[in-house]
């Protein structure tokens, strides 16, 4: 709903003071949910609550790409949503990615389902996260899944790390055909064009 009506913040209210470290202390700011916060959350849900803290992490997420700032904070606390519009240290804040999704990059990110995966070697996985290039065939390492072009796939580090989704231009048996032969940056060997993925990292 974020990003449909254009929201600056997302408050979610839990039964915890907020995202919680390894001793129990409440982190007050995360700015990469992918690297900061992923690592601190247990597997499972809490015995009061239906989603668990990882639910609302994949949320953060979603919002923050989209533009929203995001607050997860406790709900007992009395006044707490007046505590947070009014910029208070409570909870815990996820910053908002500068530059917002496009309705189309949202699309591809959190609408389409992936229907494979696309393994990137690490000056591959560099110039998609950092550089903003399109996946081409000689960075990447293997491939997953059974999906035609069009589908969603998601690009993943050689450690497994999801590093955004994207728009296959060949289906998977081309695909695999070609990964990891060299070519020019041409239609030929781009497997998925820079203007049909989005990236989670940084």
């Not at 815990?92 to 696309?118: D, N, Q, Y």
């Not at 000689?138 to 069009?150: C, E, K, N, P, Q």
């Not at 695909?175 to 060299?182: N, P, S, V």
Request: glycine share 12%; hydrophobic share 45%.
């Amino acid at each position: 709903v974020a990003p449909i009506v254009d929201a600056d913040l997302l408050v979610l209210l839990s039964d915890v003071a907020g995202l919680l470290d390894a001793k129990g202390e409440r982190v007050p700011k995360v700015v990469d949910i992918e690297r900061e916060a992923l690592s601190l959350v247990r597997k499972g849900k809490s015995h009061e609550g239906t989603g668990g803290m990882e639910s609302k992490l994949e949320a953060a997420r979603q919002a923050t790409l989209a533009g929203a700032h995001v607050v997860i904070a406790d709900a007992r606390e009395p006044g707490i949503v007046d505590d947070v519009l009014a910029g208070k240290d409570v909870g815990t804040w996820f910053v908002a990615r500068e530059k917002r999704l496009s309705a189309k990059r949202s699309w591809i990110a959190f609408t389409l389902r992936p229907r494979g995966a696309l393994v990137l070697d690490a000056g591959a996985a560099k110039a998609v996260v950092e550089k903003g290039k399109s996946v081409l065939a000689i960075g990447v390492l293997g491939v997953r899944g059974d999906f035609r072009a069009g589908d969603s796939v998601r690009l993943v580090s050689s450690e497994g790390r999801e590093l955004g989704r994207g728009l296959s231009r060949f289906a998977f048996e081309d695909a695999t055909r070609l990964a990891g032969t060299k070519g020019d940056d041409s239609e030929d060997h781009v497997l998925v064009h820079r203007d049909e993925l989005v990236v989670f990292g940084p």
